[in-house]
């Protein structure tokens, strides 16, 4: 099990994930072109990040590849993804990744806004911006497959949108399929998994001393069919403010106890504010009547 301070694309394990961020590795310098695989890690849970990966390698230098051992990262155990994401950092003129964690925040805040950036768009522009950003480092790339759920053919016609020149394969069980993409797979898999087990609370900078912190580090796996996770969040609802930031507020799990069990809110927005000041000042409809008409609540002439 790879520890926080020894993965890479964790820049400081010791302060709290606040905001969404891009990792890549040194840029490989063997001749291209190169192929790249996409995959994911977290789309599921309640708490946490969601990770997406990329991996990349010439075209050249995929039959050692193939021989590295990647595969989906969910088949292999902790320690396997943790040696496997050494042996992708192993050969950097040949192999390279790159994470874009998404923070639980962002997520939220992208799903609760109107109108709503749905997670398969926060997905979809995840995915673009990590192939733009490797393109900009100057890597040449012929193919790039990329694991999906869903509908994939519209997926495809937009990545192909955005990167004409490049053949892009879309399709469920990608990390199966392609060594490439069982490589991406690894890397986000494993930048998760240190996020989760090292999580430090944002909130406990508010606090004096950290072990009287109401929320317990043994999180679960995040996951909300994993009765750690059930019991952890069940356990760290505050009535009145809810959950701390590694819960996906926007999440039917977190918004089901907080329905339930939370204090109720009657929310005002600034439109709904100044129009009671305003009828409380006498301004607005009231401005002008005189105080009989006021008392008789008479707004018009045809009222009478």
């Known amino acids: 099990m790879a520890d926080a301070c020894t993965v890479p694309s964790i820049p400081d394990p010791t302060a709290p994930l606040v905001a969404s961020y ?4 040194p840029t490989p310098t063997a001749k291209g072109p190169y192929i790249l695989g996409v995959d ?18 010439p075209v050249s230098y995929e039959e050692e590849l193939n021989g590295l051992g990647f595969a989906d990262s969910k088949t292999l155990t902790a320690g396997t993804r943790s040696s496997l994401l050494n042996s992708l950092s192993s050969d950097p003129a040949n192999l390279a990744w ?33 192939i733009r950003e490797v393109i900009a480092a100057g890597i040449e790339l012929s193919d790039v497959f990329v694991d999906a759920l869903g509908a994939t053919g519209p997926y ?25 993409v069982g490589a991406a797979s690894v890397a986000a898999k494993v930048t998760r998994d240190a996020w989760i087990e090292g999580w430090t609370f944002e909130e406990a900078a508010h606090v004096a001393d950290e072990e009287e912190l109401p929320w317990s580090s043994l999180l679960g796996s995040g996951y909300p069919s994993d009765p750690k996770t059930q019991a952890w969040i069940k356990a760290s609802m505050d ?17 089901t106890i907080l329905e339930k069990d939370a204090h109720p809110v009657d929310w005002i927005d600034d439109g ?11 301004v607005g409809r009231d401005k002008d009547r005189c105080n009989v008409a006021k008392d008789l609540c008479l707004r018009s002439v045809g009222t009478l």
């Open 22 to 25: 891009t990792y890549h590795s």
């Open 40 to 57: 994911e890690a977290g789309r599921g849970p309640v708490l946490g990040p969601l990770v997406y990966g990329v991996a990349y390698c």
């Open 98 to 130: 790159s994470v874009r964690v998404l923070s639980p925040q962002d997520i939220s805040s992208g799903m609760l806004r109107r109108p709503p950036v749905n997670l398969n768009k926060q997905s979809q522009d995840a995915t673009i911006l990590l």
């Open 156 to 180: 495809q016609q937009l990545l192909s949108s955005h990167f004409p020149g490049i053949n892009f394969t879309v399709t469920p069980k990608a990390d199966s399929k392609f060594k490439i």
């Open 239 to 255: 009535r009145t403010f809810g959950f701390p930031s590694v819960v996906r507020f926007s999440w039917g799990t977190a918004k």
């Open 272 to 282: 709904q504010a100044s129009l009671m000041n305003a009828f409380e000042s006498g």
